[in-house]
């Protein structure tokens, strides 16, 4: 997701307000133990490889050849690019038209759908050019897209997750997601890896595994030592950006502005 200004402090006064509120819960004898039960794997890391240190992360994927795109946000700054996964290098790359923000993206077909956070204007663009070829509307706030079959799962921040048909961007259901009974809210960047919908947890280091079907996140992820082998220490500069090459079944993360993208392999993930 994005941050401006206010927003950003209001949130983050938010988390911090409720971080002593947490940790009360934790010390009393019963009733949080809702991640506790599940299970939480840390990643094997394969590779380091390069990434633009300047890349606010805001969506990442590989398209039916293998070749990674990504799009990245901050007012002025977003892009969407095409990026050789091995060297970190741009290949190419367009400018989001101002006064867009850019966020999640996915690939269509031939085209590229990107998101806007709370413009609710989508860009469609030419895979090939990266030329803007379209636009179109959403309700609410827009974070992040990947594929389902022939659909787009769409994040926006909240606990659900919007099944779309992409022609004409229409809402067919929505997943609500939780975990051993609890709404896991702040869903940020996707990805559909072996069947399960990835999500980076906005503002933490874990990565929900949902299962499209129920909404139930049947793990967690830990990516906490790869944020800090990132070296990141700013409070937005968080884990967002999960990608998985269909073609060599290979699984990438990095995060905003992660001078590093990890080729991981995480146990029992084909
Ligand atoms: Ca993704």
């Not at 990805?191 to 079907?213: K, Q, S």
Request: charged fraction near 20%.
């Amino acid at each position: 997701m994005a941050m401006r200004g206010s927003v950003k402090q209001a949130l983050l006064g938010l988390a911090f307000a409720l971080a002593p509120l947490a940790a009360c819960h934790a010390a009393q004898p019963a009733p949080s133990k809702t991640s506790a039960e599940l299970p939480v794997v840390k990643p094997e890391v394969v590779r380091k490889l390069p990434h633009d240190p300047h890349a606010w992360t805001e969506g990442l994927f590989f398209d039916s050849t293998g070749q990674m795109y990504e799009s990245t946000g901050e007012l002025g700054r977003s892009t969407l690019r095409r990026v050789n996964v091995e060297t970190g290098e741009v290949l190419a790359r367009a400018d989001v038209p101002m006064p867009l923000y850019g966020e999640g993206s996915s690939p269509v077909g031939d085209k590229i759908y990107s998101l806007s956070w709370r413009d609710g204007i989508g860009m469609i663009w030419n895979k090939a050019t990266l030329k803007p070829e379209g636009q179109f509307n959403y309700m609410g706030e827009g974070w992040a897209l990947t594929r389902l079959g022939p659909n787009l799962i769409m994040s926006d921040g909240s606990s659900n997750l919007r099944v779309i048909d992409p022609n004409g961007f229409r809402l067919l259901r929505m997943i609500h997601v939780t975990a051993q009974g609890r709404p896991v809210d702040q869903l940020n960047e996707v990805e559909l890896v072996d069947g399960e919908i990835w999500a980076n947890i906005w503002l933490t280091d874990r990565i929900a595994r949902i299962d499209p079907a129920s909404g139930h996140v049947k793990g967690w992820i830990d990516v906490s030592d790869l944020h800090k082998e990132a070296g990141t220490t700013g409070p937005d500069q968080i884990p967002n950006g999960i990608a998985y090459d269909g073609v060599h079944h290979k699984l990438y993360v990095t995060g905003k502005e992660w001078p590093v993208m990890f080729e991981i392999r995480v146990p029992g993930v084909k």
